[in-house]
């Protein structure tokens, strides 16, 4: 049973990077995995980030795309997001889900709460 936690600061401050943890319990670089990133806040519903994938090939919504950046540490099985130049509306619980070969998302973490203040 794969498992993934996100882990994050909870409040920063508009203009600033934020910067998520996810954890894995597997390897993520086994085979056909995806490893996203969506998010979910009230006026938008779920957004999808990014992905990277088992190769290394990451992904991005074309939208978030130019202050989105997702990396990972194949050593610890961490992925992690990068989101720059904040602003209130990135106020949002952040997921990381694993993804397969398919498109189906088949595991989430918990999420963890991010708030931006102005």
């Known amino acids: 049973q794969v498992q993934v936690q996100e882990s994050g600061p909870g409040l920063v401050q508009a203009s600033q990077t934020l910067s998520l943890s996810c954890s894995v319990s597997?390897?993520?670089?086994?085979?056909?995995?995806?490893w996203n990133w969506v998010r979910q806040s009230p006026n938008k519903g779920l957004e999808w980030m990014g992905a990277?994938?088992?190769?290394?090939?990451?992904y991005y919504n074309p939208v978030l795309k130019p202050r989105t950046s997702i990396l990972w540490d194949t050593s610890r099985n961490h992925i992690t997001l990068q989101l720059t130049t904040l602003a209130p509306e990135d106020t949002a619980v952040y997921y990381c889900?694993?993804?397969?070969?398919?498109?189906?998302?088949?595991?989430w973490g918990q999420g963890t709460q991010v708030t931006v203040s102005s």
């Open positions: 889900a694993k993804g397969t070969w398919d498109g189906a998302f088949d595991t």
């Open positions: 597997v390897s993520v670089t086994a085979n056909f995995y995806f």
């Open positions: 990277i994938a088992h190769n290394g090939n990451t």
